[in-house]
């Protein structure tokens, strides 16, 4: 076996599957994790998608994520049951703007007790409360996040998959959790993406008007 058979083998594979209603961010949630991008167009998930990312945790210890993306429409389908069986952390993602899409995950989370019910090992479960870049239109308190996380046991986690602000730090965090491992504030700090602000481009026309007024601004101040 070559060196680098070697250390492929010896990665640790861990299984996330990515539930919660259609519209709340799962697939740009794993996209942005996998891939480092984001589509603004809507394409809806039909039945599931999967991603893989190979991570480093303290210890040099690399893990490979297999991130399991489970189409919103798949509640109360057939193939639930199978997708979700065996993961080792399950993120319910809620849309922050969305009422109902929180309201929804007690039946997203039914599911997973159910098909584990007989199982000696419970998966690490996450509350993920995504789009955090719409802040402003928040309708879900975070007071009710922290108690449906208390209430469950759950981990807790805000992310939006639209500017990347601590999507890296999610998966991370979780991952640690399944394997025990603790992260000191260095290495999650190091993991916090940086949040890059939108430019805004006026059209040429527009552009010289701002600048217009600008230079007319400063004269008067300057007078
Ligand atoms: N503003 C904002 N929009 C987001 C964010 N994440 C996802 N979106 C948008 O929300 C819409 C739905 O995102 P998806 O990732 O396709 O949602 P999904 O949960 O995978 O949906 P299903 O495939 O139906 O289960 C898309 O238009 C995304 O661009 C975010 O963090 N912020």
């Known amino acids: 076996m070559s060196d680098s058979e070697e250390e492929e083998s010896s990665d640790r594979q861990l299984k996330l599957a990515l539930l919660g209603d259609g519209t709340s961010g799962k697939t740009s949630l794993a996209t942005r994790f996998a891939q480092e991008t984001f ?10 998608d999967f991603f893989l990312k190979r991570i480093t945790l303290p210890g040099n210890l690399n893990v490979t ?20 069986y065996g993961a080792q952390g399950i993120l319910l993602v809620y849309d922050i703007t969305n009422c109902q899409s929180f309201e929804n995950l007690e039946d997203w ?3 997973v007790k159910k098909v584990n019910e007989e199982s000696e090992t419970q998966p ?14 928040r309708t879900v308190k975070v007071d009710k996040h922290q108690r449906f996380c208390q209430e469950n046991n759950f981990s807790s986690h805000f992310v939006s998959a639209k500017t ?7 998966f991370q965090r979780i991952a640690a959790d399944i394997l025990g491992i603790k992260l000191n504030k260095a290495e999650m700090e190091q993991s916090q993406h940086v949040v890059r602000a939108e430019l805004v481009r006026y059209p040429e ?15 008067c101040s300057m007078q």
Do not use: P
């Open 164 to 170: 990347g602000d601590s999507v890296f730090l999610c």
């Open 39 to 48: 589509g603004k167009q809507y394409k809806q998930t039909v039945g599931l």
């Open 109 to 111: 989370y039914n599911v």
């Open 124 to 137: 690490l479960v996450a509350l993920v409360g995504n789009k955090i870049d719409l802040e402003h239109m």
């Open 65 to 84: 994520l297999q991130v399991w993306d489970i189409g919103g429409q798949t509640i109360g389908g057939k193939m639930l049951d199978k997708y979700i």
């Open 205 to 219: 026309e527009d552009n010289q008007r701002h600048n217009t007024s600008n230079c007319q601004s400063k004269i």
